[in-house]
C-alpha cells in the first residue's frame, strides 16, 4: 500500500443485516472503493429504492439507509 493511504471499513445497515462497504484514504481524501452500479446490484435495488448517505466529517460519523420501494400486489389487497 502506497505511503499516506490505508483503508477503513464502513457499515451500511440493511434489512438482511450488516454489510461492510470498504473505502480508502488517500492522502486525507475518502473515497469509497466499490463502485455504485456493484453497490446497487449486491442489495439488488431498483428504481424507487433508496439510498440515503450520512457524512459529519466533523464528527466521523457515516451513515447508509436503504428504503426498498414495496410492490403491493392489487390481488391481494384488502
Not at 51 to 63: D, I, S
Given at each position: 500500500?502506497?505511503?499516506?493511504?490505508?483503508?477503513?471499513?464502513l457499515?451500511?445497515?440493511?434489512?438482511?443485516?450488516?454489510?461492510?462497504?470498504?473505502m480508502?484514504?488517500?492522502?486525507?481524501?475518502?473515497?469509497?472503493?466499490?463502485?455504485?452500479?456493484?453497490?446497487?446490484?449486491?442489495?439488488?435495488?431498483?428504481?424507487r429504492?433508496?439510498?440515503?448517505?450520512?457524512?459529519?466529517p466533523?464528527?466521523?460519523?457515516?451513515?447508509?439507509?436503504?428504503?426498498?420501494?414495496?410492490?403491493?400486489?392489487?390481488?391481494?389487497?384488502?
Amino acid at each position: 500500500m502506497e505511503q499516506g493511504s490505508w483503508w477503513l471499513y464502513l457499515t451500511s445497515f440493511t434489512r438482511s443485516g450488516h454489510q461492510i462497504w470498504r473505502m480508502s484514504i488517500q492522502d486525507g481524501l475518502q473515497t469509497i472503493t466499490t463502485p455504485w452500479y456493484q453497490f446497487r446490484r449486491d442489495n439488488n435495488l431498483m428504481a424507487r429504492d433508496e439510498v440515503v448517505f450520512y457524512y459529519l466529517p466533523n464528527q466521523g460519523v457515516r451513515e447508509i439507509i436503504l428504503r426498498k420501494d414495496i410492490g403491493w400486489d392489487e390481488d391481494q389487497s384488502t
